[in-house]
């Protein structure tokens, strides 16, 4: 059973930073595929950015050049870097872990892009 737990979640003005953390317990953390998904009020859960255990890195077109996806493996953690924030930004990010057929989520983390 892989857990997964997100931070770094908060409130933050239009054009500002957040760095989230995912940190990752179970699993084989070094061979699984992470990535960040959202999902806005009423809205479907949408992919943000993902990496595999190789370090090859894919982005939404929404978040091209904004925000930049790492792993760090000897912590078992992964990153999202979000730079030039908008309000449409607004979402609950939730991180996850992908290997084979498995696939697992974190419960998420709240990001508010607000004057």
């Known amino acids: 059973q892989v857990q997964l737990v997100e931070s770094g979640g908060g409130l933050v003005q239009p054009g500002g930073s957040l760095r989230l953390s995912c940190a990752a317990s179970?699993?084989?953390?070094?061979?699984?595929?992470m990535g960040w998904y959202r999902q806005a009020p009423g809205k479907q859960r949408d992919v943000v950015a993902t990496?595999?255990?190789?370090?090859?890195?894919n982005y939404a077109d929404s978040v091209k050049g904004r925000v930049t996806i790492s792993r760090d493996n000897n912590k078992n953690s992964v990153y999202l870097q979000m730079n030039s924030l908008k309000p449409e930004d607004t979402a609950v990010y939730f991180c996850t872990y992908r290997l084979g057929v498995n696939n697992y989520w974190g419960q998420g983390t709240q990001v508010t892009v607000s004057s």
């Open positions: 179970g699993g084989i953390f070094r061979i699984a595929v």
């Open positions: 990496i595999t255990s190789g370090g090859t890195t």
